[in-house]
Each structure stands twice: as structure tokens, then as C-alpha cells.
């Protein structure tokens, strides 16, 4: 068992299972970051300007939770994935490799982002076991949003 102390908080339990969880994390944005700039670049058909804005949105997303994870990650005492072998070995989420129809990329991303939610509902599980607080707050946080992201592209496939 380890101790961590920082400003507010000391983090107690098994750090090394949530550091390794949230490299995981960082791993899966920065390869769904990738990814959806691939579907950005490639979507066609007649919902091209909708899910062109919409991958946008999304990979933004996607720099947005990995820069936040990493500068947690750095706050408790770890050392974020910072290159690209290091995320394609950690990362639960795939690299697009092939061509896709708009809505197969919509169906991936669904699935990327539901395979994202349950990496993160882990870590809030680990998070709570070394009682961060704060880790677990900012993780609890990602899964409204992500919700809300599977909601809507669930409805836009009909679903």
C-alpha cells in the first residue's frame, strides 16, 4: 500500500493500479483522437457536413479528457503514455484501419466510446479504492458527457 500527498488530498490503497488505469485512459482518447480524424477526413455521403462537424467535435473531446487525465495522472505521482508505441500497447480502443461507410464509422465510434465509459468506470472504481476524491470526481464527470455523445449517435443510426 502506498501513500501519495497532494495539495488537498492523500491518496491512499493501490496508486499503482489507478496510475496504470489512467495511462490506459490517456492511451484510448489519444487512439480515438486519431481515429475520428480518420472518419473526419474519409466520412462521405449524404451526412457529410453532419458528422464532419461531428468527428470534429469529438476528437476535440477526446484532447480535452486526454490532456485533463494526463495533467491528474502527473498530479498524483505518474508518468503519462506519451508515446505513440506506448498508447497502441495500452490503448482498449483500435486504430481504423480500412475503408468505412458513414455509418459503420458512426457504429465504431458508439462502440469506441462505450468500450471508453467502461475504462473509465474502472478507473472511478480504483479511484474510490485509494480514495481520490478528485480523480474520481473528474472521471465521474466524463461519464455524463459520454452518455449524452452514445444517446445521440445511437439516434442518429436509428437506434
Do not use: C
Not at 128 to 145: H, N, Q, V, W, Y
Amino acid at each position: 500500500m502506498s501513500t501519495i500527498q497532494t495539495n488537498h488530498n492523500t491518496i491512499t490503497g493501490n496508486t499503482t493500479a489507478l496510475q496504470e488505469g489512467l495511462n490506459r485512459q490517456i492511451a484510448g482518447w489519444s487512439v480515438l483522437y486519431t481515429k475520428l480524424h480518420n472518419f473526419h477526413w474519409y466520412v462521405k455521403g449524404p451526412h457529410f457536413f453532419t458528422l464532419h462537424a461531428k468527428f470534429e467535435e469529438l476528437y476535440n473531446l477526446a484532447t480535452a479528457n486526454m490532456d485533463e487525465v494526463a495533467e491528474r495522472l502527473l498530479t498524483i505521482g505518474g508518468r503519462p503514455a506519451a508515446t505513440m508505441t506506448e498508447q497502441l500497447r495500452l490503448s482498449p480502443i483500435q486504430e481504423a484501419e480500412g475503408q468505412f461507410s458513414a455509418e459503420q464509422m458512426v457504429e465504431q465510434v458508439v462502440a469506441d466510446l462505450n468500450m471508453m465509459l467502461s475504462v473509465i468506470r474502472q478507473g472511478i472504481d480504483e479511484a474510490g479504492e485509494s480514495e481520490d476524491k478528485a480523480t474520481e470526481d473528474m472521471l465521474i464527470g466524463f461519464t455524463a458527457a459520454l452518455d449524452k455523445e452514445i444517446w445521440m449517435l445511437n439516434a442518429f443510426l436509428g437506434k
